[in-house]
């Protein structure tokens, strides 16, 4: 008899990328084993901002966004839980007229994929936003964004995910991975593992496991910092953003503030939050929302990304490998995605293809000869 453990699907990285595509194939009958090193969600997935936003995407982007963006409304169906998610709107701000500008071509592009984003500025816009600086000269308002709670979230995905019928592994990293020219073989931990297909979701480390099929890509670690203040009498209407990026922010119903922007230091496995750069966005923060001049921070801490030169993920077929499947390299906004990546995956395995346009993700736009730094496990 085989020592050898058999799924039909193996997904290395639990995080909500790799969840929702095991949730996905789940849900459609296919045999599909999750496999996550450390917890499920407790990397990026669960310790990002929880922007839930279509606002500011690139046209790439914007039909998987579209698609993601409607799983959003189906949480308490598909895991159970609403994850905190609020329909607040997305405002994003203008400091100056050059982004006004910018915010209108943003909105008449975005207009023809179905995402409205209205622009205002002057007195109009004053007048319906008074708890702002007076940094902010304007900004434009995508009313079905939002935002959530990534703690939630993530780790909802693969709970449901086992529910529905996933092998869901933690603390077991996947190793000594190869394709034997009929099926992937792998170690989980001490055990033999082989798969139909595999699917790589795992996150900044994904590296590691592309370089096991010969196609690493430039992708680097990166550490977003973030903050809550104590809670806070509710001012903030929407999920913030500011045009050019460098700060953003959302209340939550208890009136805690999460401020992101900047980035943290890391060591490609751990991340911390910087002091410099707390300074720095705190005094942005306060200049656009007077409110928190004399908040107090709580708490603050960041997290490791995998960030790509174009920003944009690889998602799609591997050019050296049978149905490998790569799903990584986020760049910073994956949280809203990674519910459409899970369904745009179970359909590339299940199907063949994907109603998604997804051509802009191939792994292939980067140089296939090189081979670009694997961050270690460690
Ligand atoms: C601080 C911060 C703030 C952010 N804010 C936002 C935001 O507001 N909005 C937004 O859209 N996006 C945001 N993002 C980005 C978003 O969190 C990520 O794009 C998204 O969570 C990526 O999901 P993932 O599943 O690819 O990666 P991860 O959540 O990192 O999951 C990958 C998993 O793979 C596991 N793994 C690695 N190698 C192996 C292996 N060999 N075997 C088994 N498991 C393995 C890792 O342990 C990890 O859990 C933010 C990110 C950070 C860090």
């Known amino acids: 008899m085989s020592d050898t453990r058999h799924f039909q699907v193996v997904i290395a990285g639990g995080g909500l990328v790799g969840a929702s595509a095991a949730l996905a194939l789940a849900r459609k009958g296919v045999s599909v084993g999750l496999f996550e090193r450390r917890f499920c969600g407790a990397q990026a997935s669960g310790v990002n901002y929880g922007g839930v936003r279509t606002h500011g995407r690139s046209a790439e982007q914007l039909p998987l966004a579209v698609r993601a963006r409607r799983v959003w409304n189906r949480l308490p169906e598909l895991i159970g839980i609403d994850g905190e998610f609020v329909v607040s ?15 209108h071509a943003w909105s008449d592009m975005a207009r023809e994929f179905g995402v409205d984003s209205l622009v205002m500025s002057g007195d109009a816009f004053r007048r319906r936003y008074p708890w702002l600086g007076k940094a902010a ?20 995905f693969a709970a449901a995910a086992r529910r529905a019928g996933a092998h869901v592994q933690e ?4 190793s000594d991975l190869s394709f034997d020219g009929r099926r992937f073989q792998m170690r989980a931990g001490n055990e033999r593992i082989s798969a139909d297909w595999l699917i790589n979701a795992s996150g900044a480390w994904a590296n590691t496991v592309a370089g096991a099929f010969g196609e690493t890509v ?6 977003p910092n973030m903050w809550v203040t104590e809670p806070l009498p509710r001012f903030i209407e929407h999920n913030l953003g500011v045009y ?13 503030c999460v401020i992101g922007g900047g980035r943290g230091h890391g060591d490609g496995e751990y991340a911390q939050p910087s002091t410099a750069t707390t300074r720095a966005v705190m005094r942005d ?3 656009l929302l007077p409110a928190l ?3 107090l921070l709580i708490r603050t801490w960041s997290g490791v990304e995998g960030e790509t030169p174009d920003n944009n993920p690889i998602i799609g077929l591997s050019n050296t490998t049978p149905r490998l499947l790569h799903a990584f390299g986020f760049s910073g906004g994956g949280f809203l995605l990674a519910p459409g990546v899970g369904e745009v995956l179970a359909e590339l395995v299940t199907v063949g293809e994907t109603s998604t ?8 736009r980067f140089t296939q000869s090189s081979v670009h730094a694997a961050l270690p496990i460690k």
């Open 244 to 256: 050019g990026g460098g700060v953003y922010a959302r209340q939550v119903e208890r009136g805690n």
């Open 285 to 287: 923060a306060c200049a």
């Open 171 to 174: 603390q077991t990293a996947l």
């Open 293 to 295: 001049r004399d908040a």
């Open 218 to 223: 430039p992708m680097k670690p990166i550490y």
């Open 137 to 156: 000269i304007g900004g434009a308002l995508c009313a079905s964004d939002g935002h959530a709670n990534p703690r939630l979230v993530s780790p909802g």
């Open 89 to 103: 709107g997305h405002l994003r701000l203008a400091r100056l007229d050059s982004d006004l500008e910018a915010l």
């Open 357 to 364: 346009p997804i051509e802009a993700f191939a792994i292939g």
